[in-house]
């Protein structure tokens, strides 16, 4: 699978970040946020005729969903709110990480840029299926790309940080990574509540 590891950090004004962190929260983020014309998520499910995709260029430049959403959110996939972690680091920033499929959502990302002028939008993504190990990063502001580079360390950064995310909800690796985290050598001093 084509999976796509996208870190982006928002900065900008409090009620900005919040107005971003609770789009993110709604059940189909991108479709909410920019959704794709309803006659054209009909050809989700079944394969439009000639004359309807013909019908579908005339009327909105796009023969189906897929090229749609490539087009204008960079991923013919999108995301639901529950594969979305969202953490303020303070300072007047957001952090937002979630997986794509297909292509990173950098489109999306610049979208919603455009209509937060105001915010910087610094973007990091790898796919996975290189093990991460060639790192895209982006800098956005008005729509605009400013910066591009990437990295090439032997980057588990970002998939480690997603990663670790998915984990902390389960019960027994928020357990686990406490108990390390207050026992200075290490070592899990007692057993598993669940064990029991």
Known sequence: MNLYHNKIIIYGDKTRLEEIAIAFKRPKPFQSLLPCPEFLLVTINESPSSSQMLENVRVSGFQSFFDWRAWKWGTPWGIDSADVEIS??????????????????????????ANNSSCKFEMSTCWEGDGCRDVTHLLIQDMTITKLWHTKPNCLELWFEYSMN?????????????RIQKNEAGKITEDHPEQH
């Open 166 to 178: 998915r984990i902390w909800r389960l019960p027994f690796y928020r357990w686990l990574i406490k």
């Open 88 to 113: 303020r680091l303070g300072d007047g920033r957001l952090n937002l990480l979630f997986e794509t499929t297909g292509a990173p959502a950098i489109q999306m990302i610049q979208w919603i840029s």
